[in-house]
Every structure is written in structure tokens, then in C-alpha cells.
């Protein structure tokens, strides 16, 4: 690339666009399609069973690693909310939000935006399996 030279919007979020109208419009067109994206995967798994696929809740466990360093797993609320039993819509939908930006909280939305629709999807499966230590007792 030669110096000086605009970088790919794509690359840049935008920024490279002139016009602010433009910027904006791209803008949305990038959040409604990942939000469509993501309400076809919510659908599609939530239709197909009552259940997870044992692949996608070994997926999520596994992701989940990052997620239980500030997300109590026994579903315990110190300042920061358990999301331990949550209805996977709720789940997909907080997460696309925090990827999109529409949610403020630095560190969730840098989570999020690094994670696929598959990823996503996958720890919605995972953490909605799961039930606190105290409605199990």
C-alpha cells in the first residue's frame, strides 16, 4: 500500500468513508445484517431441539473459560450478573448487542466482537444448560 493511502472501510469500520451519511448508512446496514445473521442462528438452533448438540456444548464449555473468570459459574451475583441459566434468545440478542456496540461496557463489547455467530451460539447453548448451585440443591 502506498503512504498515505485510505484503507478499506471494511477494514476500518468506516472511518475511511468521506461522507458522513455514507459512514452512517454503512453503519447500519453492517449491524442489521450481523443482528439478521444472528436471528437465523437463534432460530435454526433453537428450532431443531429442545437440547444442544454434544459438539456445540463442548464448544461452549469451552469458550465459557473466559466468560467464568468474571461470570460466577455457581450463578453468584458479586457485581457482576450471573448468566448461568439464561434463555439462549436473551443470550444471543445481549451479545450481538455488546458486539454492536448499543450496550456500554468496554470489556463485553471487545468480547463480543471478537466472537463468530457459531461461538456466540454456542455459549448461549452452554450457559443456558446450566443451573445454579442453589436451585439445584
Known amino acids: 500500500m502506498r503512504r498515505g493511502a485510505r484503507v478499506n472501510a ?31 442462528v437463534a432460530a435454526a438452533l433453537g428450532g431443531a431441539s429442545p437440547g444442544i448438540a454434544d459438539g456445540e456444548r463442548a464448544l461452549g464449555e469451552y469458550l465459557s473459560a473466559e466468560c467464568v473468570t468474571c461470570h460466577q459459574i455457581s450463578g453468584d451475583y458479586q457485581g457482576i450478573p450471573s448468566i448461568i441459566g439464561w434463555p439462549r434468545e436473551s443470550f444471543i440478542e445481549i451479545m450481538n448487542e455488546y458486539g454492536d456496540k448499543t450496550r456500554s461496557n468496554p470489556v463485553m463489547q471487545t468480547i463480543a466482537s471478537r466472537l463468530s455467530v457459531e461461538e456466540i451460539a454456542a455459549l448461549a447453548g452452554y450457559f443456558g444448560s446450566l443451573t445454579t448451585e442453589a436451585s439445584a440443591k
Open 10 to 40: 471494511d477494514r476500518q469500520g468506516g472511518k475511511g468513508m468521506r461522507n458522513a451519511a455514507v459512514r452512517g448508512s454503512y453503519h447500519w446496514w453492517r449491524m442489521l445484517s450481523r443482528r439478521a445473521a444472528l436471528a437465523l
